[in-house]
Each structure stands twice: as C-alpha cells, then as structure tokens.
C-alpha cells in the first residue's frame, strides 16, 4: 500500500473543499445534494464512470433489474420528484433505473461538482491539519475536512484467475463491467460463468439470442420468481396518491420496504397448511417467501428445510428434464436463503431450450481457457464470447483499492485484516470526519438501499452541522463503542443460520479473506431509532478535536466532549 510520501509525488497544490464525496450512485448523488444545497458546504464528488448511477451505471448486462419495487427502491427526499416520474414497470429495468438517477443528478444541478472519470488512489488523514489529502489516479489532489465513500457494498468486481485466459480468442466481460454500447450474441456460442443473482437474470434474455448458451455453474440457489408486471397509468397515479403512506409505512417496517406478513414458525402449520402458504408467498414474488412467510426460517434448520424442499419441487414442475433439475436443486443440507435469494424470470425455464447446456462443475470442473473456449475435465466447450458472472469483494473490496489511512498512519487494511470494522456502519475509529453509508454492521444488504441510504445520509450530515456548530474540527468515534458494535451484530448473527453457509454474506467467495458476517440483522426500523437517539444525545460515543487542538501531539488530551 502506498505510504504517506507518495503525496509528494504528486507536484500539484490541493483543492480545498468542505468534503469530498466518492462515488455517484444513490448514495454519493444525495449525499452532494444534502451537503452542498443543504448545509451550504463546498463539495466535490468523484466517480469513476463517466456518468452517474454506481451499480446501476456499472450493470448492464441484459435482463438486469431491481427486485424491489419502484415504489419503494426510490428517493423519498422530493415530493416532486415522487410525482414528476413515471416508473413503466413494478420492478424497474438497469436502463429506466439509470434514467431515474440522470434525471435526479439533472433535476437538481448536481453534475456540475461530480468529477467523472475519477478513481480515488490514496486517502490519507493529515494529523496536524485535521483534513484528508485525497489524490487521484491522474494525480489531482483534494484537502478536505469530510471525507465520505459511497462507494456501496457491491462495486468491486470478483474475477477468478484461471489458467489460459489470455490465450482465448473470443470476446469476454465481467457483468458488472459490461460493455456500453452492449453486445450483439446473435449466432454466437456464448459461456457464462455462475448462477447467482446476475446470472439468473441475464440467462433467460442471452438465451433468445445466442446460437447456443453454455452456463457453468459452480453452486445452483435457490432463486424464486420476481413476478414484475407493466405500471398502468391508473396504478401510477395510486403509486402517487399514496406515496406519504408508503413512505411512512416503509420507515416503520423492519426492511425498509412493503412485503407480506410473516407466520412465527414454520413446524406450528400442518404440512397441508405449509404447502398453501408457501404457494401464496410464492405468487407473490419477490422476497415474501424468504422473508414474508415464516419468521424462524433463518434460525431453524428444521424450519428452513420445509421452504428448501417447497422451492426444490418448484425447479422439478418447472424443468422438463429431470437430470437437469436435479443438477439446478440445492443438494438437502444447503439452507434455504442463507445465501442471497435470487429473484428470476423465466430462469428454470431457459433450460428447457434446445440451445441451453447446463455444466456441473462439481462433477466436471474447469481445467482451463484455450484459445477455442472453455476446457473442463471432460471436454472443449466452443465459444466466441464468455461471460464472468463471480461476484464481488462485498463490503470491502472498494474502500481497501483507495488505500485509506487514518490517524497516526492507520492503514484500513490494518483495521479490517481481521474482517471490516465500524460503528453502526457510519464510522471507523482511528479515521476521524470519514463517513461510511449503509457500510459494513448496519442492515446493508438487508435493507432496502436508497431508503438506508437517505436515513444513513441525514444522520451524517446532521453530525457534520454539529461538528462545525462547535468549533470542532474533527470527530471520532470511541474504540470501545465499535468493539461493541461488532460484538453485538455477531452475536446476533451467530443466534441465525447464516454464519453457517459459505457466501459472500461471509467473505467466502475471496481466497483467504477472513470469515465475518458484516450486517447487522436485527430490525431495521430498531437500528435506525438507535442511530437516532446517538444523534439526539449528542453523539455520546464519539469523541471531538477542536480546532488547533493536538499541539501537544497526543491524541487524548486533544480530544473534548460535547
């Protein structure tokens, strides 16, 4: 990692601004617009795209789409902006997402102080100036009081090293990076590699178009349908005569989203009465059979496999060939949704196509890439296009590439090497004025984002006003209070089945990244009242620096409550 004298290979003065803000998805665009139009401050964004969006920006391989619904997976900051736009469809397409968020950085000036083609190299925390000296890939550097990543949790792509790639002679991508000006798969035998939540969407649409489709799976999911429908005109305007209780109601849920009620144990229905419900969550879509249908599936194994077996006979109606369902049913002993649950359209029924192949790479696993295609133990499998759908380095894959340092020269990757580390999800000690969104230990993943994020944003930027309402130059939060935290978060993780799968959730799908679940699972509505009370008392569990505050060059008898 690059230490503190790299700046000075940088021959240029800084830019000073009040904050600097990475990223120009969800997050990074309503974090400008509350920092800049809100509090008045002087920020700059940096993305490293050429346009905004973040994932969505990033995803656009075909079949890509949210799976919650519009209503919900939207801005709730802007009455009018709720009215303004119409959403064509329940669960809304990557290009009408991105669209929205064009329209949003449009709507309200934002691009003007997003710097696009822009990659964060080092972020180092000035102990004697109580700033960040932020440098960029094309060497221009930043001084900032604030420093906030909104980088997300899913943003640093996951590509597995195999042997001969550089010898294929086809065109390849990861799905994350998909190409912009897209790709034509007409008559093209095309591979692609893994069935998780990308690669349930994307095989149903490459399969209408490619000569033949090879999928190389690697761990069949349990994956449920999406149920999306086209937004008539009369259910738009229903959407928006009711957006205030939607909102509210959304605030008040524990995921930060509308989804169906959920029954207490899964052992208290008789099998009949099971049966029935899960067909119910089932047509409904979406998570309701994850979540919605009973509360102890993820804690009882027992419970957990009454919803396994019900989505494992759903793959055997929907797959003509029983070999191949079998190969797509998770083996007895795989939780049910303990790894992420993929929604899909039309996914099982892609393998009833002629000119699908499904390969098991447990009984015929990949030995290389030749110049023709994919070798496994068994055969050459030809292709002219192959496709890396593998994941991402979750949580903390894209804050570790900006070689962040804190105070007295703390390395994040020092503080993360035993799994990341943080407050609540908005802080990490020894890294005073850097805040995190919807980061590791807060519900994350396990909420609906642009939600989380508003909520995650207002709480930091109602800590900045009150850091500069006291004079104070930085703020950082205590170290007993994140040991705390995390202690908390695992231990409420380890009473859950979770802890017990191997998936992304835990850092398994990276060589010799250490096993910590980083979300915090309890309730949503309850996680945000506690950050919410942190802000009204005060912010009890941090610790502020004055201005001018560390002449004697130790930390603690700089550090004052307020």
Same mark, same amino acid.
């Given at each position: 990692?690059?230490?503190?004298?790299?700046?000075?290979?940088?021959?240029?003065?800084?830019?000073?601004?009040?904050?600097?803000?990475?990223?120009?998805?969800?997050?990074?665009?309503?974090?400008?617009?509350?920092?800049?139009?809100?509090?008045?401050?002087?920020?700059?964004?940096?993305?490293?795209?050429?346009?905004?969006?973040?994932?969505?920006?990033?995803?656009?391989?075909?079949?890509?789409?949210?799976?919650?619904?519009?209503?919900?997976?939207?801005?709730?900051?802007?009455?009018?902006? =709720? !009215?303004? $736009?119409?959403?064509?469809? @329940?669960?809304? &397409? #990557?290009?009408?997402?991105?669209?929205?968020?064009?329209? +949003?950085?449009?709507?309200?000036?934002?691009?003007?102080?997003?710097?696009?083609?822009?990659?964060?190299?080092?972020?180092?925390?000035?102990?004697? =100036? !109580?700033? $960040?000296?932020?440098?960029? @890939?094309?060497? &221009? #550097?930043?001084?900032?009081?604030?420093?906030?990543?909104? +980088?997300?949790?899913?943003?640093?792509?996951?590509?597995?090293?195999?042997?001969?790639?550089?010898?294929?002679?086809?065109?390849?991508?990861?799905?994350?990076?998909?190409?912009?000006?897209?790709?034509?798969?007409?008559?093209?035998?095309?591979?692609?590699?893994?069935?998780?939540?990308?690669?349930?969407?994307?095989?149903?649409?490459?399969?209408?178009?490619?000569?033949?489709?090879?999928?190389?799976?690697?761990?069949?999911?349990?994956?449920?349908?999406?149920?999306?429908?086209?937004?008539?005109?009369?259910?738009?305007?229903?959407?928006?005569?009711?957006?205030?209780?939607?909102?509210?109601?959304?605030?008040?849920?524990?995921?930060?989203?509308?989804?169906?009620?959920?029954?207490?144990?899964?052992?208290?229905?008789?099998?009949?009465?099971?049966?029935?419900?899960?067909?119910?969550?089932?047509?409904?879509?979406?998570?309701?059979?994850?979540?919605?249908?009973?509360?102890?599936?993820?804690?009882?194994?027992?419970?957990?496999?009454?919803?396994?077996?019900?989505?494992?006979?759903?793959?055997?109606?929907?797959?003509?060939?029983?070999?191949?369902?079998?190969?797509?049913?998770?083996?007895?002993?795989?939780?049910?949704?303990?790894?992420?649950?993929?929604?899909?359209?039309?996914?099982?029924?892609?393998?009833?196509?002629?000119?699908?192949?499904?390969?098991?790479?447990?009984?015929?696993?990949?030995?290389?890439?030749?110049?023709?295609?994919?070798?496994?133990?068994?055969?050459?499998?030809?292709?002219?296009?192959?496709?890396?759908?593998?994941?991402?380095?979750?949580?903390?894959?894209?804050?570790?590439?900006?070689?962040?340092?804190?105070?007295?020269?703390?390395?994040?990757?020092?503080?993360?090497?035993?799994?990341?580390?943080?407050?609540?999800?908005?802080?990490?000690?020894?890294?005073?004025?850097?805040?995190?969104?919807?980061?590791?230990?807060?519900?994350?993943?396990?909420?609906?984002?642009?939600?989380?994020?508003?909520?995650?944003?207002?709480?930091?930027?109602?800590?900045?006003?009150?850091?500069?309402?006291?004079?104070?130059?930085?703020?950082?939060?205590?170290?007993?209070?994140?040991?705390?935290?995390?202690?908390?978060?695992?231990?409420?993780?380890?009473?859950?089945?979770?802890?017990?799968?191997?998936?992304?959730?835990?850092?398994?799908?990276?060589?010799?990244?250490?096993?910590?679940?980083?979300?915090?699972?309890?309730?949503?509505?309850?996680?945000?009242?506690?950050?919410?009370?942190?802000?009204?008392?005060?912010?009890?569990?941090?610790?502020?620096?004055?201005?001018?505050?560390?002449?004697?060059?130790?930390?603690?008898?700089?550090?004052?409550?307020?």
């Amino acid at each position: 990692m690059p230490d503190k004298t790299m700046s000075a290979e940088f021959n240029v003065t800084p830019q000073k601004v009040d904050a600097v803000v990475v990223g120009a998805g969800f997050a990074g665009l309503y974090m400008l617009y509350l920092l800049r139009d809100k509090l008045k401050l002087n920020v700059v964004a940096l993305e490293a795209a050429d346009g905004v969006g973040g994932v969505w920006y990033w995803n656009r391989y075909p079949g890509a789409r949210c799976d919650i619904a519009a209503a919900h997976y939207s801005y709730s900051f802007s009455k009018e902006l =709720e !009215q303004e $736009w119409v959403w064509p469809e @329940k669960y809304p &397409d #990557q290009p009408t997402i991105l669209k929205y968020l064009e329209h +949003v950085a449009d709507r309200f000036d934002l691009t003007r102080d997003i710097q696009f083609d822009t990659r964060v190299e080092i972020a180092e925390f000035d102990d004697k =100036e !109580q700033r $960040w000296l932020v440098t960029t @890939k094309k060497g &221009d #550097q930043y001084s900032a009081q604030y420093f906030v990543p909104a +980088v997300g949790i899913l943003s640093d792509p996951k590509i597995p090293q195999i042997k001969g790639h550089e010898n294929f002679k086809g065109g390849s991508c990861f799905s994350g990076r998909w190409p912009k000006e897209g790709v034509d798969f007409a008559g093209k035998n095309v591979g692609i590699i893994g069935t998780g939540a990308t690669a349930v969407q994307a095989i149903p649409v490459i399969a209408e178009t490619a000569a033949h489709l090879t999928v190389f799976q690697r761990t069949p999911y349990f994956a449920v349908p999406l149920q999306n429908k086209v937004m008539t005109e009369a259910e738009d305007k229903r959407m928006k005569a009711s957006y205030a209780k939607i909102r509210k109601h959304d605030r008040e849920s524990v995921g930060g989203m509308t989804l169906s009620e959920a029954r207490p144990s899964a052992m208290a229905d008789t099998p009949e009465q099971r049966k029935a419900h899960y067909e119910q969550r089932y047509k409904e879509g979406t998570f309701n059979l994850w979540v919605a249908s009973y509360d102890d599936l993820i804690y009882d194994r027992e419970s957990n496999e009454t919803a396994a077996e019900f989505v494992r006979s759903k793959i055997r109606e929907r797959v003509t060939d029983p070999e191949i369902a079998e190969l797509l049913c998770p083996p007895k002993g795989i939780t049910f949704g303990t790894k992420r649950q993929p929604c899909e359209t039309g996914y099982f029924e892609a393998y009833n196509r002629d000119n699908v192949t499904l390969v098991d790479l447990n009984q015929t696993p990949i030995e290389e890439i030749v110049s023709e295609g994919m070798r496994t133990s068994d055969q050459t499998h030809e292709l002219d296009y192959l496709i890396f759908a593998t994941g991402y380095d979750a949580f903390t894959g894209s804050y570790l590439k900006m070689n962040i340092t804190g105070r007295n020269g703390l390395a994040l990757k020092d503080h993360w090497s035993n799994g990341p580390r943080s407050y609540f999800g908005l802080s990490v000690t020894g890294f005073p004025n850097m805040f995190i969104i919807t980061g590791p230990q807060s519900p994350s993943a396990f909420y609906n984002f642009p939600l989380g994020i508003e909520r995650h944003c207002d709480w930091i930027a109602d800590c900045i006003v009150h850091t500069n309402g006291r004079g104070m130059a930085a703020v950082d939060v205590e170290q007993k209070r994140e040991e705390e935290w995390v202690a908390k978060v695992t231990a409420i993780a380890e009473e859950t089945l979770f802890p017990q799968a191997s998936s992304w959730y835990m850092g398994d799908n990276i060589p010799g990244k250490p096993r910590a679940f980083a979300i915090y699972l309890g309730d949503g509505q309850v996680f945000y009242e506690m950050i919410e009370r942190e802000a009204a008392d005060k912010y009890p569990s941090y610790n502020f620096v004055p201005k001018g505050g560390e002449k004697t060059g130790t930390e603690a008898s700089a550090r004052v409550k307020t």
